[in-house]
């Protein structure tokens, strides 16, 4: 991975803050944007504002980002002064209603911005703030006004996103997994062909195999020699020369990097669409355990991080319990604990992601405290993780 990070998020920032962070879906399932939500940790913090726009505009420099502000003073300052990129401001109904906010809100849409009304409010909005906003979250049971796009958020599990589409949500902002996969009658059984030919690759680098050997495997599908290479040559990866071919990526890497990126490839190249929210949480949580554990002192330790949170989902993508699954594809043995056994050095790293996605504040600040982060280390490993994650897709 690079180490070529925007100096906006080369240090801990926003320490009074707790960054959590989710996708944007659509009905088709694909990944339509980004959600941040920054929830204070302490009512009276004080945010370095300067601080706030140069890491939104490192993490997301084209823009396009929802940021969900939660209270009062972070928002009115995000209101006054938004990003320098066009992003979706995240307005709760009672403030969108305020007087007091009308301006900075209706100043929004000249700036390039738009908002995401979160609520319905008792009165209609004035004309010059509602025409800002294009969608609106609702809870259950409750219509958008006409000309808003309803969107449905905090969703957990796949068939909570289902739903929320059958009920005419045009978006939802959520995770499909909610807790570990559980097998049902109808489960998928057998693994894609083109899955197959990445795991049966990773055991043969996992018992040294020679490189004709490798390249015979990959040729079996030249999709996936091109993704591989194509994730090599990516500015998240960093190399100084261009890599041409297997072999010679095998010669700039070694076995021992190239399962990493064997391992990513796994967790990508699913061609099933409804895949994508879980690839785009598996990327993420395997890059943002790779920036939590930039403190250790061994490589080897941060690559294996970066496969354990890139697996922790593996469970969700191919259908079948860790016990099962990680009998065929090989991971270090700490992986397998912290994935089959929940336990190891790994896993309260893991249950920290895990807390960033759920925004709850309470798991949060017992894992952080567990492993002796503090949020701004955290905010810092978070958004260089989001960065470098748009980088490799």
Known sequence: MSDN?????????LPGIALGYAPVIDRQRAIAGTRLTLVPLRPDVKVDHAELLAALGATFPQGGAIISAQGEALLTALLAQPPAEPSQIEVPAFIAADPNHAAAIAALRGAGHTGLLKGLPN???????????????????????????????????????????????????????????????????????????????????????DVERLEQTLKRDPSLAFKLLRYMNSAAFGLPVEVSSFRHAIML????????????????????????????????????MEELAQGMSEREQRDEMFICGLFSLLDHMLKAPFEKLLQ???????????????????????ELVQAIESESVFDYRERAEALMLGAGEINACVLRALHKATQLE
Do not use: N
């Open 253 to 288: 890497l070694g076995y021992a990097r190239l399962k990493r990126w064997l391992a990513l490839l796994l967790t990508t190249a699913s061609k099933d669409h409804s895949m994508r929210p879980i690839m785009y949480a598996a990327l993420r949580r395997g890059v943002l």
């Open 328 to 350: 065929s594809i090989p991971v270090p043995e700490r992986v397998r604990q912290a994935l089959v056994e929940q336990s190891g050095p790994y896993r309260p790293y893991l």
């Open 123 to 209: 009165e209609p909005l004035p004309a010059a703030v509602g025409a800002v906003f294009k969608r609106v979250v609702l809870e259950s049971g409750q219509t958008a006004p006409a000309g808003m796009e309803p969107v449905c958020a905090g969703m957990r599990g796949s068939d909570a996103i289902d739903a929320a589409f059958k009920a005419g949500a045009h978006a939802v902002i959520g995770w499909p997994m909610d807790g570990p996969f559980e097998p049902t009658g109808t489960a998928r059984t057998e693994m894609a062909t083109d899955l197959q030919v990445i795991v049966e690759l990773m055991s043969r680098v996992d018992e040294g195999e």
């Open 5 to 13: 990070i925007p100096a906006a998020l080369d240090h801990a920032l």
